[in-house]
T-cell receptor, first 114, second 110 residues
């Protein structure tokens, strides 16, 4: 059972480039989310999805797009990378909507934008 | 605006010492979770508390949810090097969104 997988593990982009961070889960979870983690700020929610075809914005959505065509996959797209998007990105899934349900996190993608 | 503030931000202690980490907010949460994160990995859930005043124990870790459900604490007894990591609290407010705290980085030296 792989859980939540993320690719790539590391990525370096130049300002203005675009890319997609991949996230997949094999637990048949309806709820998936993307966070970014910056020093001293914990994790901040970028976008989330409560099921296939349904997405919504989190706390810091600007500069990012998501889609949810299947239950398993929830890719995060950076449209035009900026140095402020240098961060560690985590994808997470949970069996049911909050509150109180455990979120399962992927291993993260460390992104550097130069 | 950070809704959940954790203190201290950093903590370095010797093996065998006790410690307490605090998670404070001015907002009421319907439930609160504590996660631990090790370098290069995602956070892993330790506990969920849902009732004001609730206390949960996980071996040497004791978690408490404040009576007003605005704050929480994590107490570790006789810390061990294996407790080293980043501790994150996270609160839910009857929405689809989980709010994470600022984190406490713990280093336990042998």
């Amino acid at each position: 059972n792989a859980g939540v997988t993320q690719t790539p593990k590391f990525q370096v982009l130049k300002t203005g480039q675009s890319m997609t961070l991949q996230c997949a889960q094999d637990m048949n979870h309806e709820y998936m989310s993307w966070y970014r983690q910056d020093p001293g700020m914990g994790l901040r929610l970028i976008h989330y999805s409560v099921g296939a075809g349904i997405t919504d914005q989190g706390e810091v959505p600007n500069g990012y797009n998501v889609s949810r065509s299947t239950t398993e996959d929830f890719p995060l797209r950076l449209l035009s990378a900026a140095p402020s998007q240098t961060s560690v990105y985590f994808c997470a899934s949970t069996r049911q909507r909050l509150p109180g349900y455990e979120q399962y996190f992927g291993p993260g993608t460390r992104l550097t934008v130069t | 605006t950070q809704l959940l503030e954790q203190s201290p931000q950093f903590l370095s202690i010797q093996e065998g010492e006790n410690l307490t980490v605090y998670c404070n907010s001015s907002s009421v949460f319907s439930s609160l979770q504590w996660y631990r994160q090790e370098p290069g990995e995602g956070p892993v859930l330790l506990v969920t508390v849902v009732t004001g005043g609730e206390v949960k124990k996980l071996k040497r870790l004791t978690f408490q949810f404040g009576d007003a459900r605005k704050d929480s604490s994590l107490h570790i007894t006789a810390a061990q090097p294996g407790d080293t990591g980043l501790y994150l609290c996270a609160g839910a407010r009857n929405t689809d969104k989980l709010i994470f705290g600022t984190g406490t980085r713990l280093q336990v030296f042998p």
